[in-house]
């Protein structure tokens, strides 16, 4: 195997070597922190050349914003860090023992690793379900909800049997936590807002939006008092929240729940995944390779430093990570988790590269925020609980904020504000279809 000249630096050197396995928050955090350590020789290695700003994924998908606004090329944000090298290639294993990470290309070696991998979609066994119902965890997951969600309006407008557009007409999101709750508002916006005059053969303000949580309300790790105003805000949208609701089967034209014992074929041509999530491959490299135990999620149980036990110089953080030495309960799979856990992480390798410690890693929460609407969200800040405008107020600083390059937080702030007064979405572009439209998906009717 080819071993990259960028780490050919001799243990003994005073140069030590740091690897950072992904470029989402938790290793971009990393890399930024190390960065200000001249001494300290960092590689990031990711499969994709940008980091992406996960929360606004879901207005890729329903067109408010182009993948572009919230990407930005690692190589770009690290460029002024010279002791960080960027290289997009793909993780496939690691040799503890030889202190040495393999990817697709080669090796490379590292005195710290770090492993920031997220999470994917979790189907809870229903892997068949991913064909039909699409997750959004990446730019293709967005650009294909996208690709289901105008398509269905499109088909809809030329569909002539009453009963088959009311089935493109109906749109089924599965999980009712902050993803699910801020896609589905973002659905009931653009048929009640965006679209209502652009058909001429269709009403879109009858589009039917389901929003599906098993529990008995959405938003569960919120207040309820909080979970209830938000419920209340998607009715007004158009919404139809049905809590205590299973998934039991989808299908390219129906999905059926299962509610008090009752069950409920529905038909729908749209129906869109976010219940769940499960560990990146690299949690059973760790696995099979440094000893470390996962939960059921699959996800790495850290010490309180982050580490791996049994293996001082491996991390995890992020949402790879289960760490439930605060609270005594996991962290939440959320951006400031990852971006405070990357963050320390880099603090701590540079106090023992010093003969120094740091206390345990201890996660300051700022509170939490989901957006419905517009004008329409709620904010969890501690003792300070908000909803409506002032929620929302927060929530578009909050995202505008912590984009990372000041060109997106610029383009980001002009098209929420083109957006606010035209209610029009910015990117409405129907991309890679997989196949033609059947001819029978599309009526007798054209105009």
């Known amino acids: 195997m080819e071993q990259f000249a960028i780490a050919d630096v001799d243990r003994a050197s005073a140069s030590h070597r740091v690897v950072i396995v992904g470029g989402g928050f938790g290793g971009l955090y990393a890399a930024k922190t190390l960065g200000r350590f001249k ?18 994924l879901y207005q890729v998908a329903t067109g408010k914003l182009s993948p572009g606004d919230i990407s ?40 710290t690793l770090v492993v920031a991998t997220g999470v994917s979609h979790h189907y809870f066994g229903n892997e068949q379900w991913a064909e039909v119902a699409p997750g959004l965890k990446t730019v293709e997951d967005a650009i294909e909800m996208r690709r289901r969600i105008f398509r269905a309006f499109e088909v809809a407008e030329k569909e002539t ?4 557009r ?12 902050p993803t699910g709750v801020e896609l589905a508002g973002a659905l009931g916006d653009l048929a009640h807002h965006a679209l209502k005059h652009d058909f001429r053969s269709i009403d879109t ?3 039917r939006i389901l929003l599906l949580e098993g529990v008995d309300r959405i938003l569960p790790p919120y207040p309820p008092e909080l979970s209830a105003l938000a419920a209340k805000s998607l009715e007004h949208l158009g919404v139809t929240v049905q809590t205590q609701s299973f998934v039991i089967g989808i299908t390219e034209d129906t999905v059926t729940v299962r509610r008090d014992d009752q069950t409920e074929t529905i038909p729908a041509k749209t129906v869109l995944w976010a219940a769940g999530v499960r560990a990146s491959g690299m949690s059973k490299v760790l696995a099979d390779r440094a000893g470390a ?24 953080v992020g949402d790879l990570a289960h760490y439930a030495h605060q609270d005594n309960q996991p962290l939440p799979g959320v951006a400031p988790v990852a971006m405070q856990q990357g963050a320390y992480v880099a603090k701590l390798i540079q106090r023992r590269l010093q003969g120094q410690e740091l206390p345990p890693f201890h996660y300051s929460d700022g509170g939490s925020l989901a957006v419905i609407g517009q004008n329409a969200a709620v904010a969890n800040l501690g003792r300070l609980k908000l909803s409506g405008f002032p929620a929302w107020l927060i929530w578009v600083f909050v995202h505008i904020y912590y984009l990372i390059e000041f060109d997106n937080k610029l383009i980001v702030m002009i098209q929420w504000f083109w957006n606010y007064f035209s209610r029009k979405g ?7 279809e997989k196949s033609p439209l059947n001819p029978s998906e599309l009526g007798g009717k054209i105009g």
């Open 205 to 207: 303000r009858e589009t």
């Open 39 to 56: 001494h300290i020789k960092t590689t990031l290695i990711d499969k994709r050349n940008f980091h992406l700003f996960q929360p606004l």
């Open 426 to 432: 910015g990117s409405r572009l129907i991309t890679q």
């Open 166 to 177: 009311r089935a493109w007409l109906t749109f089924v999101v599965v999980g009712g936590g």
């Open 293 to 316: 135990t996962l939960d059921r999620a699959g996800r790495v149980i850290v010490n309180p430093d982050l580490s791996v036990p049994g293996q001082p110089d491996i991390f995890v």
């Open 72 to 111: 930005s090329p690692l190589r770009a944000i690290l460029s002024h860090y010279r002791n960080v090298t960027v290289l997009m290639d793909e993780v496939k294993d690691i040799e503890p023992e030889q202190h040495q990470v393999i990817v697709q290309t080669g090796t490379v070696p590292y005195d």
């Open 161 to 164: 049997d009453p009963e088959k």
